[in-house]
């Protein structure tokens, strides 16, 4: 790709190269905004270096996205590296304070996700203005940030199990909490192929696809769902919902700036200030974190049940039912089975049958229910808890 007037260093891909037209991008109020929300809030709390945000995360997914680009246009027959960056570059743009532990409020509130908001500050923002200007077609950047691109495999630069964002996010996660994952993603990059419109991935990557799967499966265990980030999200979680109506969430389709003047600085001063919230803060301050009571692996139960269990452990330990948390977190680990086929000497070869590694994996997806409640309360609630299961509490 030409026409790179600028460049970023960055730790996990080198120097980054920007166009005129990704510089301006940079320049606009929702991507500068991105320096303001926390790629893995909660986290810091574990792991001190965990401070990166969803900006740098941004200029990453951008940079992985042109290199699969610049393969693809061998097969597509055009240039289409300026379309992924800017799809990669711009796919965030519509996360909330806090990142993920905002995504229950904003459905709620709006209706809609962070991918949906992404499109919504695209189309009624200054992006629209600049991407006209540069010739791009902005619905044509909107379909890849929803995975809804004409062309299969441009989508799935940018929205599937084995795309730009997911392996920028998985080696950046590593670097800065210094869990150590070590995973090839450039190789991954510069393998991709389009084979009957459809994203594949050359044999010779296989071991780098591998890994990437396995560290994901390690990070959601060790930095994602680490009992003590997951408190911290939780505590975050539950003082957002508190202010939520201060928000005006509602108005952010008829006027977007709501949506762009909340970050994670001005929701903490908002919380710090709030009734229901500012308790929750003085804690989060202080470090007295939510405490894990008990967890329970690989049991399905629905919303009914762990309510009644709820009510069962507060009737039991007399603690006040709002001071019982629990949590399933949604693991948004991706099955192998919708990995991308691999290439070799003219053929197609499914993944799960050539590789061991992902035949294995395809059988390994972490189900988590945990009980959480504050420090003063966990022996009390441990003794009732113990080593029984959810199906003594119903």
């Known amino acids: ?28 109020l929702p ?22 945000t969803r900006f740098e995360h941004s200029l990453g997914v951008m940079h992985l996205a042109g290199l699969m680009g610049e393969r693809l246009a061998e097969y597509v027959g ?8 800017a799809a990669g570059l711009l796919h965030d743009i519509g996360h909330g304070p806090f990142s993920h532990s905002f995504e229950s409020i904003l459905r709620e ?37 929803r995975g809804k691109h004409r062309r299969r495999s441009l989508s799935k630069v ?10 920028d996010y998985t ?35 296989l071991e780098a696809v591998e890994s990437l799967l396995m560290a994901r499966l390690l990070s959601f265990r060790t930095i994602y769902y680490h009992k003590t980030s997951r408190g911290v999200q939780l505590m975050l979680e539950l003082a957002m919902k508190s202010i939520a109506d201060e928000l005006n969430l509602e108005e952010i389709n008829d ?68 001071d019982i948390i629990i949590d399933v977190p949604r693991i948004a680990f991706v099955k192998p089975h919708d990995l991308p086929m691999l290439w070799k000497d003219g ?3 499914d993944p799960l049958k050539v590789s061991p590694v992902l035949s294995r994996l395809e059988q390994t997806f972490p189900s988590l229910t945990r009980i959480y409640t504050w420090p003063h309360f966990r022996n009390r609630l441990r003794e009732i808890i113990r080593n029984k299961g959810p199906a003594s509490f119903l």
């Open 1 to 28: 790709m030409k026409g790179f007037i600028k460049s970023i260093k960055d730790p996990i891909h080198g120097y980054v190269e920007l166009t005129e037209l990704e510089i301006d991008l940079l320049d606009t």
């Open 31 to 52: 991507l500068q905004r991105l320096r303001r929300i926390k790629q893995l809030p909660g986290s810091e709390y574990v792991y001190p270096g965990a401070i990166n």
């Open 78 to 85: 055009e240039e289409v590296s300026t379309e992924l960056r």
């Open 109 to 145: 509130k709006t209706g809609m996700s962070h991918e949906d908001v992404s499109v919504l500050l695209i189309q009624k923002t200054e992006i629209s203005d600049i991407m006209n200007r540069h010739g791009l077609n902005v619905s044509d950047i909107c379909d890849l940030i």
């Open 158 to 167: 940018i929205n599937s199990s084995v795309d730009a964002d997911k392996m």
């Open 171 to 205: 080696v950046r996660d590593s670097y800065h909490t210094g869990a150590g994952y070590s995973v090839d993603i450039h190789r991954i990059a510069i393998n991709v192929m389009e084979i009957e419109g459809d994203l594949v991935i050359h044999m010779r990557a």
């Open 255 to 322: 006027n977007p700036d709501v949506f762009l003047e909340l970050d994670d600085y001005s929701v903490w001063e908002l919380m710090k200030r709030g009734v229901h919230s500012r308790d929750i803060i003085r804690k989060l301050m202080r470090r007295e974190i939510l405490k894990l009571v008990a967890e329970w692996h690989n049991i399905e139960l629905s919303m009914e049940e762990l309510e009644k269990i709820r009510e069962e452990l507060s009737k039991r330990s007399g603690i006040r039912k709002n």
């Open 347 to 349: 053929k197609l070869y």
